[in-house]
């Protein structure tokens, strides 16, 4: 803290110059510290100074030597431009020497053109005569001209030579091409590059390549359209056709690459390619034209929009079953021919929505248009046929429809995936999943919704009646099928991921998409199992609970408060239990012959909840004493072990709350209601529900079984 001495002087205020004055102690004491912190390092500094003292004549030294490497290095510099001025110079007149060797060079290789150009022409040797005009157009024409006279004359002798030798080269690619030489185009054709008309020679060969194309396109078509109905490969001869075109394709590019790689360049190949792929979609065009009309597609499409009969449309199963395979089989050659043009823009670098592959996919996209809604429309009719021809083989809990429209999803799914159309995949992967859910399930469930006979006696399955008969039947059967079929269509599931991932699983963004539908056919599996949970209710509402509830409902007719003597009685012989056991060895125990032991356990949970739910209001409405508690305990043991006998899983979990109300109702005294609620046995029975229980005790009071359980 600086003052000056005029404001010390003006310091009035006590408080405000004992602050000063304390800050100024601090400052003071702050100092003393730093002065001695310098004292304890006095000694060292001092050591540091005699070091520096001692440097200082080797310094001196050092600054001399300095001095003499700075002139020493000058003197380089100055040596080195100079050094450098000289090689420049010297590469000057490298440069000016090049520059005549290479005039002296064109001039002995214009006078070599000009001699070589006239042999090699007289002797049909073009390859040299190319090679002695590419030599020639090499040559800067501006270092050489008006040197001489003899050497502009060779000049305009080369520049006649040169237009006679293209006209000459026209005219024997345009003769290789009338005589289907091969050899001949490819040769000619290597030579248009080295006399710089590239884009001619590129131009005449992609139109020879295309009219090659165009060429075995037609000529196989026309073979195809010859074969005879007998040969047993007419109902696959357009897929053959181009099968056969694309392979002719394929194979022409392959050799013509060889040609453009070594003569034009790699890049030069999309323009080639360009044309050979415009020929090919044609004629793959003309032979997709020929397939509708001769097999009629458009008319089968006619009538799958409804103008012809039913009888009709079973008769074009088999045709149309033949025609789509035929479909796929076309799709899936364009697929692989298509991949094979992506593999060669690839190699070059080209985009993969060149125009080329855009045109096939289009051609594609419109044949499987036909295809997916002929195949949909083959699943729904196959689908039907297969409803109107259901049978049940008595040894099968099931009917023929089971097997016959799985088959049927199963083959139109796995042709579609066969097509390597991921759209047409899905989009009869979808197709399917929905015929399933509209046709299959939605018949099954009319069964089901039309209901079950309630008629049901000992002997039903030998009714009188042929229509309940049949309805019974019907019924049952359709449980089954619904079973069993949401069992068929999960493993539909799985085999056509493994289908998909055989066929697409180098594509991920594709397989993904595919699963993304196939996961539809959980949903409907789902669907069939929900119906089938429906029939199940169904069939024990009609045909179990009327026959159970009867005989249960005779445990509130009977009383509960026994002698000793009755218990010894009912105990060896008791009447309403064997009524029990005898209804449902009637009723319940047939069914396990007549349907799936899924369904059948599931008809057991839900008749036994139901009997336990409805024995539970019946026993909390009678009154009891201990005698009539133990029997009820015995009766509910004896129920649980028969019903145990029957079933292939536990069913005490669904006594649990009747035996404890058992247990409650045949205590000796209160207290062991308290021993029991404090042991380690899990109790189903709130407070409130125990003391109702004790309160059917007719020898209990409400008083001491207020206080044993509480309000």
């Known amino acids: 803290m600086d003052l000056t001495l005029d404001e010390v002087k003006a310091l009035t205020d006590s408080d405000k110059i004992q602050e000063i004055f304390l800050k100024l102690r601090e400052q003071e004491e702050n100092v003393t510290k730093d002065l001695d912190k310098l004292l304890k390092n006095q000694a060292h500094l001092e050591t540091k100074m005699k070091n520096l003292n001692q440097i200082l004549p080797q310094v001196a030294s050092i600054e001399k030597s300095c001095e003499s490497l700075n002139d020493k290095i000058h003197s380089t510099n100055l040596l080195a431009e100079n050094v450098s001025r000289k090689v420049r110079q010297l590469d000057m007149a490298k440069g000016h020497v090049d520059s005549c060797i290479q005039r002296v060079n064109d001039i002995i290789n214009l006078t070599k053109c000009v001699e070589g150009v006239q042999e090699t022409m007289a002797s049909d040797n073009y390859e040299t005569a190319a090679s002695h005009i590419n030599k020639y157009l090499q040559i800067d024409k501006k270092l050489i001209s008006n040197i001489d006279d003899d050497v502009d004359g060779s000049f305009a002798v080369l520049k006649d030579a040169e237009l006679r030798f293209i006209n000459n ?37 992609s139109k020879f390549l295309a009219s090659k194309v165009a060429g075995r396109g037609q000529f196989h078509l026309t073979n195809a359209l010859k074969t005879s109905k007998d040969d047993k490969r007419w109902g696959v001869m357009f897929a053959d056709t181009l099968t056969r075109l694309f392979e002719d394709t394929a194979r022409i590019v392959e050799d013509c690459q060889i040609v453009i790689d ?212 019907s019924f049952l059967t359709a449980a089954n099928n619904l079973h069993a079929t949401a069992d068929n269509v999960n493993k539909l599931r799985r085999s056509f991921e493994v289908k998909c991932e055989k066929s697409f699983g180098s594509d991920s963004a594709a397989l993904e998409k595919l699963n993304s539908c196939i996961s539809g056919f959980s949903d409907i599996s789902t669907d069939f199992k929900d119906a089938l949970r429906r029939a199940e209710h169904a069939l024990c509402k009609a045909a179990v609970f009327p026959k159970i509830h009867p005989v249960v409902a005779e445990f509130a007719s009977s009383s509960h408060v026994i002698t000793e003597d009755q218990l010894y009685i009912l105990e060896v012989e008791d009447p309403w239990l064997q009524e029990v056991v005898k209804v449902v060895d009637e009723v319940i125990v047939p069914l396990k012959q007549l349907l799936h032991q899924n369904i059948y356990d599931n008809i057991l949970k839900i008749s036994i909840t139901e009997m336990t739910e409805y024995l539970e209001k019946l026993a909390l409405t009678c009154s009891y004493n201990q005698l009539g508690g133990l029997l009820f305990d015995k009766r509910l043991r004896s129920l649980v072990t028969f019903l145990s006998g029957i079933t292939q899983w536990s069913i005490r979990e669904k006594f649990a709350r009747l035996t404890q109300i058992s247990l409650i109702l045949s205590v000796e005294r209160l207290s062991e209601v308290t021993e029991y609620r404090t042991s380690s046995v899990k109790c189903s029975l709130n407070s409130a529900e125990i003391k109702q229980t004790l309160k059917l005790r007719n020898d209990f009071k409400k008083d001491d079984i207020n206080k044993i359980i509480g309000d």
């Open 262 to 473: 070594s003569a034009y360049g790699s890049d030069s190949l999309v323009r080639v390619l360009s044309g050979i792929q415009e020929e090919c979609v044609r004629q793959a065009r003309g032979t997709f034209n020929n397939f509708l009309q001769t097999r009629s597609v458009i008319d089968i499409s006619c009538a799958v929009g409804g103008k012809s009969t039913g009888q009709q449309g079973e008769q074009e199963q088999p045709r149309l079953d033949q025609i789509l395979e035929e479909m796929v089989i076309m799709n899936s050659r364009a697929e692989l021919y298509t991949n094979f043009v992506r593999r060669k823009l690839q190699q070059v670098e080209t985009e993969s929505d060149w125009q080329g592959i855009v045109t096939m996919k289009t051609l594609q996209q419109e044949a499987m248009g036909h295809y997916i809604l002929l195949e949909t429309h083959f699943i729904k009719q196959s689908i039907q046929k297969a409803m109107s021809l259901e049978t049940r083989n008595k040894k099968s809990l099931v009917s023929s429809l089971v097997d016959d429209a799985c088959y049927l999803i199963q083959k139109s799914v796995n042709r579609a995936i066969s097509s390597r159309s991921v759209d047409t995949a899905c989009a009869m992967i979808n197709n399917a999943a929905s015929s399933l859910s509209v046709e299959v399930c939605e018949e099954l469930q009319r069964v089901v919704e039309s209901g079950y006979p309630n008629s049901l006696s000992y002997s039903w399955q030998q009714g009188s009646d042929e229509q309940v008969q049949e309805q019974k039947e």
């Open 169 to 205: 080269l026209n005219n024997r690619f345009d003769s290789a091409v009338k005589e289907n030489n091969e050899k001949g185009v490819d040769r000619f054709a290597r030579l248009y590059p080295l006399v710089g008309r590239k884009e001619d020679g590129l131009s005449k060969y």
